[in-house]
Structure formats: C-alpha cells, structure tokens
C-alpha cells in the first residue's frame, strides 16, 4: 500500500496475531455468532491484518461489522442455501449473513467442485461485506487451484462521463500458488482507489490523489485534495479520465456486478439496495496440466518479475502478494500495528460486552 | 473508441460487408487454408470491422497474417488436439495455428462443455493472434451465457516500477446478453493502450496521451507525445503510473498471463518467445439463474446505465459494447470505411495472389 496510507510510528500500538485473534473472536460471539462462525471471522480479519491490509482488517472493517450486528442489519445465524446447483456451479442465498464468514463456505463448496469436474464457480446474493476477497481466493491456491473471488458493493463510483454513483469499488481478486516463491495474490479495487483507502486517508490526514475522485457534478478532480465530505464527491473507475482508461475500470466493475448480481438473480444495489453480492471460483490446476510444472513454470515467471530491471529511481519492482507476504513474516514476529484510536475502539467494545480487554504488546 | 484514432473523413473509402467478407476469404483460401477456415477468419475480421473496431479488423490485422502465414510462422492447417481435459475444463495445443480461426472452436468447445456441466473453461498454448477477444467471448452471449476470453501476447508493457518489457497488452473481454438492450461486450487492453492503437496513432499522425508509454528507462511520460521509434519506449499498465493504479493494470496483465499461459502449461513470453495463449470461458447462465431473469435484470441494469445523468459538458453516458453497436447498424447499410492505404494494400495483395480486386463502394 502506498506509504501515505501508513499508520504514523507515533500513533501505533503493537498486538499479538494470537491476542488479537482471541479478542476478535470474542466480539464476535457476543454478537450472537457460534464459535465455530466466530472463529472463522476472526481468522480472516486477523489474517489480512497479518499482510498489512489496514483497510480490510480488525482497525477499519470490525467496529462497522459489530454495530451492523447490533442493528440487525447482518444476520448472526443466516440459514444460508444452495438454491441452484449444477456439477460445477452452486447459487446460493446467504441469507443477510457476513460474508467474511460465508465466503469461506462458499469458496469451500467452489473447491469441491472444481475436484470433481475440474472447475467450481459458486454465486452468492443476499449477502453483506466479504472483507478482503483476496483471502478467499487464497484459500483456493492453498489447495493446489487458481482462485478467484469479486463482490459487488453499495455504489459510490460513477461511470465514466456519469454524475451519479452506479457501482461499487466492486474488488477482483486472484491468487496462484507457486513451489518457492511466495504465491500471486492480486486484490484490487475496480474503482481508482478503494473505498477503505479513503477512511484510512481521514483517519491519517492525508490527500486524496488527482483521478481518484469527482466534484458533485461528476468532474474528475485532477489535482491533490483533502478528503471531501460525504455525498459532496463520487469516487472515479480506475483509469480516472476516459483517456487515461477509466472506460477499461468502469467496464471492469460492471463485469464483477454480472457475474456476481445478475448471474445470481439479484437486483443490482445501483437499482434498489439489496445487500451484497459475491462470486467464487476455483480452477483445479491437475484438470488443466501438471501441478508440479504449474508451480515451477510460477516460480520461474515470479523470479524473472522480481528481477526486471527498475525503472530510476525506483528500488525493485513486486509482485502482486509478495510485499504483503514480507509483512506477514515480520508481523507474525513483532506483532501488528494498530492505530491507538482502534486500540481506543476496542477498549471501549469489550468494557460494554463485559470481555477482557485486547491484550497489547510492550 | 477516442476521436484521435478514426480514419480521417477524406482518407476513406467505403466497402461493403458482404465485398469484404469475399475479398477477405480470397486471400485467407491463398494463404493455403481450407474453405471453412478461410470463412471464419473473414468473418471474425470483418464483424470486427462492423463494430468500428479498426484496431483489430482487417486494415490493421490482415496484412499481418497474410505475411505470417507467407513466412511460415503461422500453420495454415493446424492440427489442434486436446491434451487434457476434464468434464468442464480442456486444455489444447494450438499448433501454432491463428487464433482467429481457432478462438471460434475453443469457444465451442467450452460453451459445449458448459451446457453439460454448467462452466466450460478452455485453454490454449502454441497458439497465434487472436484478433479481438470480444468477438470469441460475444459466442457465448448468443448462446445465453456469459462469455469471458483473455489472450497473453508478446511483451511491450512493463511492470509497475520496471524498466524492462515483461506482458502483452493481455486484453480481457466479456460478453453477456440483454433483452431488449444491446449486449454487453467490454473488451479492452490491460495497457494504458492497446498496442494496435499505437499503430493507428502513427497512421492518423495523432499524438499519445500522457501515461500510456515510458522513456527507455521506464520512466513514464506524463505529457503528449509523438509515437516513439521501435525499442526507444515500453508500453505502461492501465492506470500509468502507480499513485493512478498501475499495479492495478500491471495485476490484471499477469492475471492474464496466468490463465491463458501457465494454467495450460506453457512458457510465458517474458521468458522465451513461445507464441500466443489464449483462454477461453462460458458460464451457463441457465446454471445459475432463470435466464429470462437474467435478460430482464440486464435490460433494467443497462437501461439505468444510459439515464445516468451527464457529467459537465459529456454529452451521454455508454456502457461497454453499446457504441460498437449502434456503429454496426450504420456500417451494415453504409458500408466500411477503410483508410486510403489499406485500399492500396489490398489492390497490391489481390494483384499478387492473382485474385479479382476488392470492390469499392462509390
């Protein structure tokens, strides 16, 4: 992530991946969730705090999940079901539940599939926030697949040349498996910049970028500004302008919003708001070719991406996952950061469920 | 497509489908394929050209193939076989034949496979340009589904970051259809700019726009530019530069690359020059959904596209294929306009295969 977007040293707290797991997962039963749901919840937030995705983990993405369970808006025991099924796709109605908790379900049932017939693609309506939808398309690559994972979001982007809000930041996520190298995951918003990324920049006090967001009239702003009010900007596609290709973001967002809205029978939230959509697929590698020369052919392509020559003044070229990777082996060690106002948060939350407080680290 | 790429008004000169489509399947039959083939590539180029899709029909495209096939470097009469397979899932060796002419067939392949099973995924190595992915993923459209095809090409884009070239403009294209709307077709470059386009601009004496190359060292030029000489620029991801999202483009490339090359068990051209591959897939949206539903929820979907109120001074807003559309019914009636010197080519090419010429329309 873009070093703006960073928490400042001076407002970080250090927690454990164990503590945090423990507290998230309390919360989460508090919340009326079984254990077993809990526990699944709070290995996927925690996991994406682990690779140092802020705006999907505990600090930008629990506080919003616990008062929507408050409020009823999430459903802590949704009787989820397959209502269309074939040897390799499965519909399902999530039933209002969280789908940070149902995506794995889901993308279990993707897997399954995919062993059977080769390819598995399972379609979710009726559902809420997925969180990071690259952890459900690595969930896949861990069984020897390629993972895809996209959901489709309450609208804050415009279309290109468009003075009204029509989709979401509407994420694409894949992830590939390799033998030494640590695995592809691409996790990206369909919008110039996720919509998590701009809470973040209030909460840092940082600027939001020319081409990431439009004026009330739909205009692109094309210089650095402040984060606007809500309801006085919309955010842009990716791309930006229309000759630096946001036709290409845009069309990207109304590629997830088919294939996981209208490929599952629901109704768009650009026309009535009707929760979040979500779509799973998983590629059995052995159906296609050689598993083992997969992972080899994966770790010559990474190696060579790793070693492109950088451009002046620029420090080595990535990958899609291997930075985040990197931060995954150093915060396993050293804890993750949390900004002292999430440290605050959780103070709060667990004195009002009557939970012990979050354990932080020296 | 951007005004700056059309064929100037006095530059063109008109031919009809059906003069075109003969002319075109003339000189395909010379170049040694059979009858059948000759017609499927006529008409993948031509429906290219119906579409206004300049870039990718004849004038850009034929002269190209004609060349590859006189050199040797494409194999007019593959023998393409199925190497793997699954009952959703099929990997096949191209034989280096062009994927014009073979896209229609893995197409087929994968829409059979999905009527079966409900998904059918094809992937192909060994195999040669493949003309406007649109054309092959708008296949399963007209058989009521959603039709996805991505090809990975030579290298001309860097990495994000990177001073070497590492990905084809790896477009990515999906189709599905409406009722009463036009369908759906997106199909675009995971460049800032397909590389055909960059032909099209030295052609019409246009400039570049700002973050669609870089210098010789990667360094992305961010004002207009004239077309660079050969190895003097790298082409730069959707998004140009990284603050704009180039990560993004450069993650959808190898996405791409994935897909099409590693899942079929092949070589990327970033490490040896090994062809084109090409990945084609089907979703039977009657797997998944009532698909009069389906066509219905897409018709309302679209509809609300198009009445989306006008940014300042933007005239409407499109959606992905709907210009190409309402084009194709203009050019139905009043013919094709090709530039002047592809006509020339033409008199030139029919002239040497001994072939009558191609007719004109006043």
Redesign the interface.
Known sequence: M?DRFKVPLADQVHVSEAALRQTVAAIFEQCNLTPEDAAIGADVLVTTDLRGVESHGVSNMLRSYVQSYQKGDYNPRPNWRIV?E????A?IDGDGGLGVILGPKAMRIAIDKAKA???G?V?MYNGRHLGAVGHHAMLAAKEDM?GMCMTATQPGV???????R?FGTNPIA?A?PAKQQPP?L?D?ATS??AGNKIGLAARVGSNL???WI?DK???PIMEETPVLPRGQYFQLP???T????S??????A??V???CT????A??N??ESTGAKHYFAA???A????VD??KE??D??LE??RN?????G???????GLSEYEEEQKRRVHGIPLHKEVIEWFAGITRELSLPPLQTLA
């Open positions: 873009l269309r074939s040897p390799s796709t519909t017939v080769g390819v693609i379609t390629v415009v279309p290109t040349f468009g003075a009204e029509r894949i590939a592809v691409f990206v110039a910049v970028l020319p081409g439009t009239e739909g205009n990716l791309g930006g229309r000759e630096q290709g036709h290409k973001g845009y069309g990207l109304l590629m919003e088919v294939l209208v490929l599952s029978g109704i768009p650009m026309l590629y059995n590698i159906a296609f070719t050689d020369a997969f052919m994966m010559r392509m060579h991406l492109t020559r950088p451009a002046a620029q420090e080595r070229v990535l990958y899609p």
